[in-house]
């Protein structure tokens, strides 16, 4: 059994409670756009980390984490990458990787929009975005993911609402 955190497209900025959150978490997962080297050498002293790289990531970054992982854990295939688009709607070169083998779970970033969903096209794969944790972007709250890996199966995912997004810096008003 495994405890994940997940979380994604953090600019910059990596939000002091997330240690809370994760604390009972195995290995941590990153799914690119993490924008300070700083935050890989957190994370990595933390716990375990599994990250790719974004599309604002520089070359610091691309040295110490890569553009996909496709590993296995705990009986399931995982493919990790950054920009993926989601059902239906992937991009072009994720839908030809996930009609050739696609895996369990499908997870991505960019979007900076929180989505936990099934799709039935790729065998019933579990995609997941698990929206963005950083201040910068788009996007109204700041959200991670928790979850377990046990023996085939993913259960207790749990939606972790970091604040919202340009409220909660340290020494900010809410």
């Known amino acids: 059994m495994k405890q994940i955190g997940l979380l994604s497209d953090t600019h910059g900025y990596l939000d002091p409670t997330l240690f809370q959150h994760f604390e009972a978490c195995d290995e ?9 080297k700083a935050i890989v050498a957190q994370l990595e002293q933390f716990k375990p980390l599994r990250a790719v790289y974004g599309n604002i990531d520089g070359h610091e970054i691309k040295l110490l984490t890569k553009a996909d992982l ?3 854990l705990e009986g399931l295939s995982v493919w990790i990458t950054h920009i993926g688009g989601y059902p239906p709607g992937y991009t072009p070169a994720v839908r030809k990787q996930l009609k050739r083998a696609a895996p369990a779970i499908f997870i991505c970033g960019h979007s900076h929009i929180l ?31 928790k979850f377990t890996l046990d023996n085939g199966k993913l259960s207790d ?5 970091l604040g919202r997004r340009g409220r909660e810096q340290p020494g900010s008003p809410v």
């Open 115 to 145: 989505r936990v969903m099934r799709d039935p096209q790729f065998g019933n794969m579990l995609y997941i975005n698990p929206g963005a944790a950083g201040q910068e972007g788009f996007h109204h709250m700041r959200t991670a993911l």
């Open 28 to 36: 941590i997962w990153h799914a690119g756009d993490i924008g300070d």
């Open 157 to 161: 995912m749990a939606v972790i609402e």
């Open 70 to 72: 496709n590993f296995e």
